[in-house]
């Protein structure tokens, strides 16, 4: 969880990288976001991107927000709909809580400091969290198995570990993530690829150590996962913030 603060006198443009996360993004301020993405344009003053986004841009002024990384295995739950149904898409939070989001960014403006909204939010998440359904403890298990290993993990291992034909790992995973486990690894190695880049270690290397064929293999990845060269992707500013705000990037 994070808190954002965006001021200026004029909007600023930012390309949101993917990441194996759901996000979601709370805003209580006098301000919108414009997402422009696969579907066209969208004013939101709260939304959910499910874990199969694709890069989108984001337009934002004056705005202040909570945003949650919100782990697939608990999504279902938080959300009150599957990831599956998320897909790639960008949603107003409105649409998954209704009336609640009112009421919870009318609490979030009133308070006065960011740990106060911080635990307003975890409030939130925590009752619907214990209220909603849990995912299969295999697919739990194969979701961590595949944040543990970065992405490099057999998807054969992940179903022997569950004790599961490849088949219904492939269906169950599906189903409640939202991803195949194989999308699933080839997006958390993407990600920790594309901030050990932008951290400025060299393409070879970071290919090599994220058990890419070859450069053009990890060029190719990340092109695909933001339509960007890995130089420009790595340069965004949604990235550079990440060590500040994300200091221990994603929990499994």
């Known amino acids: 969880m994070a808190g954002f603060r965006i001021r200026g006198d004029s909007p600023i443009e ?14 209580f301020g006098d301000r919108s976001f414009d997402v422009h993405g696969e579907a ?21 002024e004056a705005v202040e927000c909570v945003q949650i990384r919100l782990s697939p295995v608990a999504a279902h739950a938080v959300l009150g709909v599957p990831s599956v149904e998320l897909g790639g898409s960008v949603v ?29 939010v975890d409030a939130e998440l925590s009752s619907r969290l214990l209220a909603g359904p849990a995912v299969d403890p295999e697919v739990a298990l194969a979701w961590r198995q595949i944040v543990a290993s970065r992405g490099q993990i057999r998807i054969g291992d992940l179903a022997a570990g569950a004790g599961w034909s490849r088949q219904r790992l492939w269906s169950r995973f599906g189903a409640q993530i939202g991803l195949t486990p194989k999308r699933a690894a080839m997006l958390v190695r993407f990600d920790h690829a594309i901030h050990r880049l932008a951290d400025g270690h060299a393409p070879a290397q970071v290919a090599a150590d ?20 890995p130089t420009a992707s790595a340069n965004e500013p949604w990235l550079a913030a990440d060590d500040t705000a994300w200091p221990a990037h994603l929990s499994p």
């Open 14 to 27: 930012l390309l949101a990288i993917p990441h194996p996360a759901v996000t979601i993004a709370v805003e």
């Open 40 to 60: 066209g344009r969208m004013r939101s003053g709260s939304l959910a991107a499910g874990l199969a986004f694709g890069a989108f841009q984001v337009r934002a």
């Open 92 to 120: 107003a939070l409105d649409d998954l809580w209704g009336r609640d989001v009112a009421r919870l960014r009318e609490r979030l403006h009133h308070a006065q400091t960011w740990p106060e909204r911080f635990a307003l």
């Open 210 to 229: 994220g058990g890419y064929v070859d450069q053009s293999h990890l060029h190719h990845d990340v092109r695909a996962f933001t339509g960007a060269t």
